[in-house]
Structure formats: C-alpha cells, structure tokens
C-alpha cells in the first residue's frame, strides 16, 4: 500500500514536496512512478526511479522541473516540483511501476496538489 502526501495549495512558480510512503518487504527492489489526475482527464504517468534510485525519467512537460529520489531504508519515494504551473494541478499518486505503468493496477489515496495563478 502507498500513502502519499505533502500535497496543497501554491503560487504558480511555487515549489512542494511529495512524499510516498509504501508498505511491505519488496519496496527496494521495485521500480517506483509517480502519477496524476487532473479533473475531467485520465490518470498519466509523471515520473518514475529505478529501484536502485539511479535511473530517472519524466514526462517530457516536467523536465527540469520535478525531480524524483528514494529512500530504501525509509520504504519512501519522493517527487520535488518546482516552478509548478497551473496545468500541474491534479491528484498525484505513486505505485510500483513497469515502465510507465503501475504495475499492480492498485491506487492509494493521492494528495491533492493546486497551483493558482
């Protein structure tokens, strides 16, 4: 199970931090995403980290700007967004991944992020 947080309301070109605190003994052997849901769209992949933590990718519309890391010996996932734009708005989620999918098709709460102008 994944609880997200650290989620809120920020000024356009603001900065959080998400947090992704995962359950269960595999954590550091999986490939991690990052995900949102914006109202009215589907769910996209945003981000995701090796299980090693040394390899990265994002979406091509948050590079340079969102960054992803790991904590094994914490069970947790991290995703820094800065210079956020109204369009980051959404509900992020983390899970497992295989590439950019989850990979166990299973969904924690989220936590809501709102960019205002």
């Known amino acids: 199970q994944m609880a997200e947080s650290g989620g809120g309301l920020v000024q356009a070109g603001g900065s959080l931090r998400l947090s992704c605190a995962a359950s269960?003994?595999?954590?550091?052997?999986?490939?991690m995403g990052w995900f949102r849901q914006a109202p009215g769209k589907e769910r996209e992949f945003v981000a995701s980290?090796?299980?090693?933590?040394?390899?990265?990718y994002y979406k091509d519309s948050v590079k340079g700007r969102f960054t992803t890391s790991r904590d094994n010996a914490k069970n947790t996932v991290y995703l820094q967004m800065n210079s956020l734009k109204p369009e980051d708005t959404a509900v992020y989620y983390c899970?497992?991944?295989?590439?950019?999918?989850?990979?166990?098709?299973?969904w924690g709460q989220g936590t809501q992020v709102t960019v205002s102008l």
């Open positions: 899970a497992p991944v295989s590439g950019t999918r989850n990979l166990y098709n299973t």
């Open positions: 269960g003994p595999n954590f550091s052997s999986l490939p």
């Open positions: 980290i090796s299980d090693s933590g040394y390899f990265m």
